[in-house]
């Protein structure tokens, strides 16, 4: 089943999307916190989680943990998921000390994104550990040099070759044509920016034909 999230911290920006029924949750890290000026605290992101999941369309929040070594990411990870563990997905770098952060949060029942992922086999290593999704970061692997698309796509066949129930949580989107290549081929999960939901709807023939529409509706 496809699965979309807008990939914001922004009030406006979940006022205007998440009523419109394309979005089944929210992404968030540290990076969109500061540009949506909002605190990376316990308490604050308990709080924005609260506000995204007031939304009923809403069904997932994701939300990143920190620290310098696994134990400092498990335990703010503990602490982010509890106001609702069922619902709040821990976004875990896929560094060595955040796979075994990661491996400690599935143990103890938290659902897990391995996030910004550069290579395919990182979704081994997701896999292995349990996490719920891996996340790519397919604008950022092509600024790298990196065949992003490619590499998406054999992550994808990976997942699905091990039958696992994680799934590839395309992010860093820029254009709305990658969606539609990378749905083609297979991928079924991901997060863009309200900039990207916006030219979902921008194609400017179907906008013309709205209009001929309107107009002949008051013509008769």
């Avoid at 949506?36 to 994701?62: H, M, P, S, W």
């Avoid at 106001?83 to 491996?103: C, H, L, R, S």
Wanted: with cysteine.
């Amino acid at each position: 089943n496809l699965c979309m999230f807008l990939d914001s911290a922004s009030e406006e920006e979940w006022a205007k999307w998440l009523p419109s029924g394309i979005f089944a949750g929210v992404t968030t890290n540290p990076i969109i916190l500061e540009r949506d000026g909002r605190e990376c605290n316990i308490a604050a992101l308990t709080e924005l989680a609260k506000e995204a999941l007031a939304y009923d369309a809403v069904q997932e929040f994701q939300v990143q943990t920190w620290g310098k070594t696994s134990d400092e990411m498990w335990k703010n990870g503990i602490a982010l998921a509890k106001y609702d563990p069922d619902v709040i997905v821990v976004k875990v770098p896929g560094t060595f000390e955040g796979i075994k952060a990661a491996n400690a949060l599935v143990t103890d029942g938290i659902r897990v994104t391995i996030t910004a992922a550069y290579a395919s086999h990182q979704a081994v290593l997701a896999a292995a550990v349990g996490a719920n999704y891996v996340a790519p970061y397919l604008g950022r692997m092509n600024d790298a040099g990196r065949d992003g698309f490619g590499t998406i796509v054999e992550m994808q066949k990976t997942a699905d070759k091990l039958d696992s129930d994680m799934r590839i949580l395309v992010a860093s989107v820029r254009n709305v044509g990658d969606i539609a290549k990378l749905a083609a081929a297979g991928c079924d999960t991901f997060t863009i920016s309200a900039k990207v939901a916006e030219d979902m709807f921008g194609d400017p023939l179907t906008n013309q034909a709205t209009l001929d529409f309107e107009e002949s509706a008051t013509r008769i």
